[in-house]
Structure formats: structure tokens, C-alpha cells
């Protein structure tokens, strides 16, 4: 039996190991475990490969959501709207930054944020947006941008799944004031532990962004603000600049095998595959089908061997940490919907198509029991 995993970490260490090897060994050799010159080649590095003026290195992709909106003075009584279908970092920061969390439903195609929901749930309380590129598919940035200078709101794009998408041909990230990454492992760009950043085209935003992260100041001593901890390590620093230029090579392998899914599983009873929108270019950190009997789906692969995940069971504003809010299924009916029909199927650079024929066959044949 030929097993399929979710993700294979190790393939792609393996692809590059002596890169990653004597990245580790020079970080070492030079005692550059906290700031330094490796995390100082990364921010300009990654800025760059996603064309922002600032990247703002930080611990993790949720500390960048939480540092973003406490620059951008998130403060208790605002209101900040954002998706229903994310992980919960997104929803969470909001609350940690002192506001209210606002949800909104998705469209039914792309799991992404809907404009016209965002619209209904703008108040004279609302100070922003936190779209979420879901799956590695860019949310609908005109609507949202347009929706956004109309009520004088700040928008911070969630890019944890989605390095290097496009929308109508411009990068994910550079649309709004801000923009988080995560570059948790199995994320598209991942470090071997924790790491996050956060870029903007503003100069004083990347600044207060900056003090907020390191203790309020930039200076040693010198603390203008209150801020956190919440920095890169020297380590994942180099980890990332050995595979940032295999970024776009990894991605298209990505699209290409999204690609030999689509042809494969189009004609599959019950199988809804991914639906990309007209000028949306989808990253596939996830490849996310639905299914009717998603469960039954779910374990027949397992038990052959094939590793799938839901990517999430419980949509946010139906999770205990929002009992509060005492939300209705009605309220987000095609993120409630999609909840108990959204599969993950194994998608990473290195599948091979002898891997990706294995899940073909296996959901044939479970549709056709
Ligand atoms: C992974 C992820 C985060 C959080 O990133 P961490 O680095 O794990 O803290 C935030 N938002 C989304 C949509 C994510 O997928």
C-alpha cells in the first residue's frame, strides 16, 4: 500500500539539507541567535520577495496580528470585522488587541470573506478589516478596498496561508495598511519552529510595528512604549533565507499538482473541488475539497493509508471561545454549511503524481461503493 501523508516536512529538508545545514552551523558559529545580521538579511529579504517596502520580523504569524492592530491603536469599544472560516489566531488577536470581534460569513466559493456581509456589518464602532487569503486563495481585495475607503477603515491582510498569491495580478499583502505572515513549518514558506512577519508599505507604521516587538523600543534602554517580545530568532532567520528563493519554484508545484487533483477529481460524484474566482491566483496551502459524507470520506482514506485533515471543523463564531456572542448557524450559513463538508486532502511541493493517482483512485472508489 502505497501511504500518502498530509505534508512530508523532511522531503523537502532533504531537497536542500546542505543549505539548511550550514545555514544552522553559521548562526552558531556567529552567537546570532536574537536580531543580528541573518534575521536584519531577512526582513529585507522578504520584503522583496513579496514587494513591500517593510517587513517587520516577529515570533509567530498570531503575534503579527496582534502587533499590526495594536499599531495601529486597536482600542477597547472598536469594532474590527473579519471571516468566519479561519484559525482562530485570527478572531483571537482581535480580542487580545482590545477590541470586539466581528464576524462575517464567506462566499460560498472561495471560503473567503463576502464583501456584501462586511458592508451589513459595518457600524459607527468598526475601525477595520482582517481578511483572511484562506487555503492560499486571495479574498476579493477590490470589494474589500473599495468597502474600506468608503468608512475610512484600515484593512490588515492575513497571509499565513497565501505566500506569493496574486489578485488581478498584484500580490497578496500590498493591498491593505498591513499585511501578517506565518511561517509556521507546514506553512508554504516554513521555518523550523516558530516564526512570523509583518509588512506595510508605511514607514511609521513598520516603525511603531517594530518598537511594539521588541520591548517598545528600538534603542537598548531606551523604551518609548510599552511593548512585547515577540522576536525572530537567529536561527529561523537563516532556516528562511535558505528557502526563500525556492519559494516560487515550491509554489508552482504546489499549482501544478492542485491542478492534477482538479482533472482527476472533477468528474467524481459528490466531489466539489476547489473553485478559484476570475483573477485569483491560488497558492494551495491547502487543497480543500467538499463532500457530502466528508466523515465516512474521511476515515476510508485514512484506513488506506491516505492522511487527510479538516481545515476547520468548527467555524470560528461557533467555537466555545465565542459562547458569548450566543451566534445562530443562520447567521453564516455557508461557513456553518461547509463546516461538516470541507477535506484537506495531502498537498505539498514534493507529491509525487503516483501519490496524488493513489487519492484519486481511493475517492472513486469510495464513491462509487
Ligand atoms: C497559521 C495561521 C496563523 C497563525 O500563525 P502562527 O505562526 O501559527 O501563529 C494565523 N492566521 C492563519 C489564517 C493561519 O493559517
Redesign the pocket.
Known amino acids: 500500500m502505497l501511504t500518502v501523508p498530509f505534508a512530508d516536512l523532511n522531503l523537502q529538508y532533504q531537497s536542500i539539507k546542505a543549505d539548511i545545514d550550514s545555514a544552522i552551523a553559521a548562526v552558531i558559529q556567529d552567537s546570532a541567535f536574537i536580531r543580528g545580521a541573518y534575521v536584519d538579511s531577512f526582513e529585507t529579504a522578504f520584503a522583496a520577495a513579496v514587494e513591500a517596502n517593510h517587513c517587520v520580523s516577529c515570533a509567530?504569524?498570531?503575534?503579527a496580528?496582534y502587533v499590526a492592530m495594536a499599531a495601529l491603536n486597536v482600542s477597547a469599544g472598536d469594532e474590527v470585522i473579519t471571516t468566519a472560516h479561519?484559525?482562530i489566531?485570527?478572531s483571537a488577536m482581535i480580542t487580545h488587541a482590545g477590541a470586539t470581534v466581528v464576524f462575517c460569513d464567506t462566499d460560498e466559493d472561495t471560503y473567503t470573506i463576502d464583501p456584501v456581509a462586511v458592508e451589513s456589518a459595518i457600524t459607527p464602532r468598526t475601525v477595520g478589516i482582517i481578511p483572511?487569503h484562506?487555503y492560499g486563495q486571495p479574498a476579493d481585495m477590490d470589494a474589500i478596498m473599495a468597502i474600506a475607503r468608503k468608512h475610512n477603515l484600515w484593512v490588515v491582510e492575513?497571509c499565513?496561508?497565501a505566500h506569493l498569491a496574486r489578485y488581478k495580478g498584484r500580490l497578496v499583502g500590498t493591498f491593505g495598511n498591513a499585511a501578517t505572515y506565518?511561517?509556521?513549518p507546514g506553512?508554504n514558506l516554513g521555518a523550523m519552529g516558530?516564526a512570523?512577519a509583518i509588512v506595510t508599505n508605511d514607514p511609521e507604521l513598520a516603525g511603531g510595528m517594530a518598537m511594539l516587538a521588541r520591548h517598545g523600543g528600538l534603542t537598548k534602554h531606551q523604551h518609548v512604549i510599552e511593548g512585547i517580545n515577540s522576536r525572530l530568532d537567529g536561527l529561523q532567520a537563516a532556516i528562511l533565507l535558505a528557502k526563500l528563493p525556492h519559494l516560487p519554484q515550491w509554489t508552482r508545484a504546489r499549482q501544478a499538482a492542485a491542478a492534477v487533483f482538479d482533472a482527476g477529481l472533477n468528474q467524481i460524484e459528490d466531489i466539489e473541488v476547489p473553485r478559484v474566482a476570475a483573477g485569483r491566483e491560488h497558492v494551495y496551502h491547502l487543497y480543500t475539497v467538499q463532500h457530502p459524507r466528508r466523515d465516512q470520506l474521511a476515515a476510508f482514506l485514512g484506513a488506506n493509508g491516505v492522511q487527510t485533515a479538516v481545515n476547520y471543523p468548527t467555524a470560528l463564531p461557533f467555537l466555545s471561545a465565542y459562547s458569548r456572542f450566543a451566534h445562530r448557524p443562520q447567521q453564516f450559513p455557508n461557513a456553518y454549511r461547509q463546516q461538516s463538508r470541507i477535506l484537506s486532502l495531502p498537498m505539498f511541493a514534493e507529491i509525487t503524481r503516483d501519490q496524488q493517482h493513489t487519492v484519486v483512485n481511493l475517492i472513486r472508489a469510495f464513491a462509487e461503493s
Open positions: 509567530n504569524g498570531t503575534d496580528l479561519s484559525w489566531s485570527t483572511v484562506l492575513d499565513a496561508q506565518s511561517f509556521y506553512k516558530d512570523g
